[in-house]
């Protein structure tokens, strides 16, 4: 029930966008153990060193809430979860700042993986480069069938640099890992499913939220469960 009222009402403002507000963090009244962390930077929500900021800034936030039973981390941008990087912005950026630059993006995903309750990712079309390591980060990870992943940094003669060439092995193994790094290939819902990228892969819906709606249902479980318990497990 939880989840299903929670969708209704979030889906009448998906794809709404703000100026400033890159990184939206909400606590539903229907549920004050659960924490819904979105990116909102339409249209690909491209990690910019402003959203790189804001989101540091919500997560220590988040990590503050001793009564959180579990984080909603999606995108508002239909079709898309997070492309990466800004690589517009990056072209402006001296060469000088450039190790700075990736420094903030891998302690960005750093905190989201170091937050004490479990975090579950929602990826209802594309995650690419620094969008699939930003969900590596996560505890749970559900996308639609839709979906599209991979680490693309080899195409670009660079390699990850916020920690997929350390989680994606620990997730995928250490062989998968490497052919998905080195190629650079993409893998869709169904085969991250297979290979243990994703925890499910559902049926994408009408509305374009599918992954979203699971990983509602998935948080809803936590609800009876204690935040001590969550963050020692």
Not at 71 to 91: I, M, N, Q
Not at 139 to 154: F, G, K, P, Q, Y
Not at 167 to 179: I, Q, S, T, Y
């Amino acid at each position: 029930m939880f989840a299903r009222s929670l969708v209704s009402a979030l889906v009448r403002g998906r794809g709404l966008s703000s100026a400033t507000n890159e990184i939206l963090l909400t606590y539903p009244e229907s549920n004050p153990g659960i924490a819904l962390l979105a990116m909102n930077r339409p249209p690909v929500n491209a990690v910019s060193l402003s959203l790189g900021a804001q989101l540091r800034e919500k997560l220590a936030e988040i990590k503050e809430q001793k009564k959180l039973q579990g984080v909603v981390l999606y995108s508002t941008s239909p079709k898309v979860f997070c492309a990466g990087a800004d690589l517009k912005e990056r072209l402006f950026i001296k060469e000088e700042d450039v190790p700075g630059m990736v420094r903030t993006f891998r302690l960005m995903i750093q905190d989201m993986s170091e937050l004490p309750m479990p975090v579950i990712c929602a990826i209802d079309g594309v995650a690419m480069g620094g969008g699939l390591e930003l969900a590596l980060g996560t505890d749970i990870r559900v996308c639609s069938t839709n979906a599209r992943m991979a680490l693309t940094e080899t195409k670009l003669a660079i390699i990850p640099g916020g920690g997929g060439t350390q989680r994606l092995p620990r997730v995928v193994g250490v062989p998968r890992a490497k052919e998905l790094i080195f190629t650079g290939r993409d893998v869709f819902g169904p085969e991250a499913e297979k290979i243990g990228l994703v925890n499910y892969c559902v049926e994408q819906n009408e509305e374009g939220n599918a992954a979203f709606v699971k990983a509602l249902e998935i948080a809803s479980l936590l609800q009876d469960r204690g935040p001590v318990a969550l963050r020692m497990a």
